[in-house]
């Protein structure tokens, strides 16, 4: 049963993976690089099931954790061109 | 017997939660434009993950595993939505519109440019 | 064919499908995304194969800092890849020659898993055999990193802190603080500025598990490091670069930067004084298991305070220069 939720998170990761590619929007590549992080969250867990030593959460625990990090960075550079805080007149988008 | 329970509840949950898995990768292949594309993807954060992560705990039984799983599943639970609702959000202040029946094209994605103008 | 054996040869698929769609996009954002799935997947491969702190390493860089850096990089230089200008045949010939020359190389070495493979008949029967009687901790990683190799982990953290000082020198000749602008936060996001709130803390406490429970299971120094860096950068993210480096001044991070390593180089010095050998910590507790627990942890502690500053400082450096680009780039 394991193998078969790995095969199934392996087949949606290649998916995922072929929106990342064919974008066309920068939105559907972020939507699908964290759609691709929650899968990985989920495979490591199931290996750990496979391999029969599910200690290994700690890696799974860490992305739930800080995966969400990557997108805030993305969309704040694209609003505000800027990680930092100084944003010119033109940049300016209330 | 009680054995037998606890796999067969844990491998509904398995396969319930790969299948939504599945469909919502293939939403995200198939779906017509970015906010469609992004309902899709939501299938296999929310449910799809979650029961998969339910399924596993009913594996584990209670150990340190399960209390792991959780907080994963509570973390995933505050997270995906937080990303996909900033990502809809700006997408949305960057003028991507969506596509809608009474003007068919308009919103395609590739209408507006990448990061586009206001 | 075994399950474990399909699964690898899936990631590395996965791993090669990656690689070719960065080399194929020349939006050098969706490179960045890329990038970011290509360490998913290494280190989802790493866990496969049961090195699982260097996955850890791996998913701590690449779950978030990676990320940021590249973007951040992106904004001081160009969002697109210039088409090349001249003929590719050369380079195309010589990556081909050197691929050739590796995978040529791989043939004499042993095959995978192999138990007489050099590696496993060196050094590493000693570590796991004596592990447990002279150093007392369940996690033999960390045992040969910190202890037995301490001498080559001070060396990394040493490389970590010149990097770090090479960045902040560079990037320092640079800084650009154009008039006429004004602070701008994510103010108006209030779900963002709400989950982040509630992460934070979590984030933090969970970089201190993998601090101090690194002898038990994957973690150290390096990894929980990076992770509490990473919750000051998506404080900065949100709340803004002021407000953070009103929590901690850049100047006070600059100087954790130091502390880490000379924390390290000092415990080394300490056994030293002891008339042992340079990082025996044998002698810092009563008897020779109690020293090499404490000596572990303090130096365990100075990688995490160094490689913590560096990634916070970097990226204060980044991040406080305003990039510039016009309109009619983007």
């Known amino acids: 049963m394991f193998t078969a939720t790995m095969a199934a998170l392996l087949a949606a990761m290649i998916l995922a993976l072929g929106r990342l590619y064919l974008g066309p929007t920068l939105y559907d590549r972020v939507l699908s690089a964290n759609s691709f992080g929650t899968k990985t969250v989920l495979l490591i ?3 750990g099931f496979l391999t029969g030593r599910p200690d290994f959460l700690d890696i799974s625990l860490l992305y739930a954790l800080i995966n969400f990090i990557g997108t805030i960075a993305v969309l704040k550079f694209f609003r505000y061109r800027t990680l930092g805080d100084r944003v010119g007149p033109s940049g300016d988008r209330q | 017997m009680s054995a037998l329970i606890t796999d067969a509840v844990s491998w ?20 017509p434009d970015f906010y469609t594309r992004m309902h899709a993807a939501g299938i296999t954060d929310t449910l799809g993950a979650d029961l998969i992560l339910l399924g596993l705990m009913v594996q584990a039984g209670f150990s340190l595993v399960t209390v792991k799983l959780l907080l994963i599943a509570a973390f995933l639970f505050f997270t995906s939505p937080t990303s996909t609702h900033a990502i809809a959000n700006a997408a949305l202040t960057a003028g991507l519109k969506p596509r809608v029946a009474e003007s068919p094209g308009a919103g395609k994605g590739s209408a507006a440019p990448e990061g586009g103008e206001p | 064919m075994s399950i474990e054996a399909i699964i690898n040869i899936a990631l590395f698929v996965f791993l090669g499908l990656t690689a070719f769609a960065i080399l194929k996009l020349r939006a050098l954002f969706a490179v960045v995304m890329l990038s970011a799935v290509f360490s998913l997947v290494s280190a989802a491969l790493l866990v496969h194969l049961d090195a699982v702190d260097v996955a850890f390493t791996e998913a701590a860089v690449g779950a978030g800092i990676s990320t940021v850096l590249m973007l951040a990089t992106l904004a001081l230089t160009s969002r697109h890849e210039k088409a090349p200008t001249r003929s590719q045949a050369l380079p195309l010939i010589v990556v081909f020659l050197t691929g050739f020359a590796l995978v040529y190389g791989t043939l004499d070495m042993p095959r995978f898993g192999d138990p007489q493979a050099p590696i496993q008949v060196h050094v590493a029967p000693k570590y796991i055999a004596d592990t447990q009687s002279e150093i007392g901790i369940p996690n033999i990683v960390t045992a040969v ?7 080559d982990t001070l060396g990394e953290v040493t490389v970590i802190f ?6 902040l020198l560079l990037l320092a000749a640079f800084i650009r603080e154009p008039e006429g602008l004004r602070v ?4 108006h996001h209030l779900v963002l500025r709400v989950v982040t709130k509630v992460l934070i803390g979590p984030i933090l406490l969970f970089a201190l598990y993998v601090q101090f429970h690194a002898d038990y299971g994957p973690g150290g120094g390096f990894q929980a490091g990076i992770i509490f860096a990473s919750a000051f950068i998506i404080y900065a993210l949100v709340f803004g670069l002021e407000n953070a ?3 901690v001044p850049g100047r006070a991070v600059r100087l954790l930067v130091a502390c880490g390593v000379l924390l390290y180089g000092g415990v080394g010095f300490v056994s030293f004084l002891f008339g042992k050998n340079y990082l025996n910590y044998s002698v810092l507790g009563a008897d020779q298991v109690a020293g090499q627990h404490l000596g572990i942890l303090l130096v365990e502690f100075g990688v995490g305070l160094t490689v913590a500053a560096v990634m916070v400082s970097t990226f204060y450096a980044f991040s406080g220069q305003n990039p510039p680009i016009g309109d009619e780039d983007w």
Do not use: E, H, P
Request: proline share 0%; glycine share 16%.
């Open chain 2, 12 to 31: 509904a949950l398995l396969a319930a939660g790969s299948l939504l898995v599945v469909v919502g990768a293939l939403g995200l292949i198939r779906m």
């Open chain 3, 145 to 151: 990193l910190a202890s037995y190799r301490g001498f």
């Open chain 3, 162 to 167: 010149t990097a770090g000082i090479g960045v």
């Open chain 3, 184 to 187: 701008q936060t994510m103010d």
């Open chain 3, 245 to 247: 480096r009103k929590a």
């Open chain 1, 45 to 47: 867990g199931v290996m």
